[in-house]
Structure formats: C-alpha cells, structure tokens
C-alpha cells in the first residue's frame, strides 16, 4: 500500500509559478512510475504528467509542454510538479497518482494509488 500526500497548491495569478510536491510512504517508490492528474470544476480528470520508475523518462499533456516539469528522489520519495506560466485553464484540483508498472502512464487507469489532491487556482 503507498499513501501520497500533495501539498504546495494555492492561488495565483497567471504568468507565475507554482511548484506542487507529492511525498510517498512505502519502501517501492523507487520502482513506481509518477502521475499527476488534474480536475477542473465540471470537468472529468485529466492527465498532466507522468515520469518513469528512474525518471528517464517523462510525458506532458500538449497544453502543458514546455511549462511544466516533473522530477522526483527517489532517496526522499518524492515527486514534484514545477509550474511556470500559469494560465486561468490551468485552475484545477492536481492529484498525484502512483503507478506499480514503473511506465510513465498517461492513462487514469493505468495507476494504482492517488492522493487527495491539492487546489490551484490561477487569477487573471
């Protein structure tokens, strides 16, 4: 079992930055591939990105490329989200997820274990 805690959410205006952090309990974090979904009011969940077990490897939904970056230490089971140039559609609950294939998923299914979520929303 892996419990993730998101933190680091908050308000916003557009054009800043916000970097959201997932901590992992378990001994495995080291062999799980990293995701972060998004939820926008009204709106089903979504994928954001994804990087792999050893973190060669990443995924971003085209409306984030080039803004966004997912890393994670794997010696401090963590993983985070650093968000540059927010916009207002950028405005959701972002959910950290835990996949035990170790790929760098960008399908809702494909992961195990979520955490609760944390708000972000960005002003215009």
């Known amino acids: 079992q892996v419990q993730l805690v998101e933190s680091g959410g908050g308000l916003v205006q557009a054009g800043g930055s916000l970097r959201l952090s997932c901590a992992a309990s378990?001994?495995?974090?080291?062999?799980?591939?990293m995701g972060w979904f998004r939820q926008a009011p009204g709106k089903e969940r979504e994928f954001v990105a994804a990087?792999?077990?050893?973190?060669?490897?990443?995924n971003y939904r085209d409306s984030v490329k080039g803004r966004v970056i997912i890393s994670r230490e794997n010696a401090k089971n963590t993983v985070s989200l650093q968000m540059n140039s927010l916009k207002p559609e950028d405005t959701a609950i972002y959910y950290c997820?835990?996949?035990?294939?170790?790929?760098?998923?960008?399908?809702?299914?494909?992961?195990?274990?979520w955490g609760q979520g944390t708000q972000v929303t960005v002003s215009s």
């Open positions: 990087i792999n077990w050893s973190g060669s490897v990443t």
């Open positions: 378990g001994r495995s974090f080291g062999t799980y591939a």
């Open positions: 997820a835990a996949d035990r294939g170790g790929r760098a998923a960008t399908r809702e299914y494909e992961y195990d274990y």
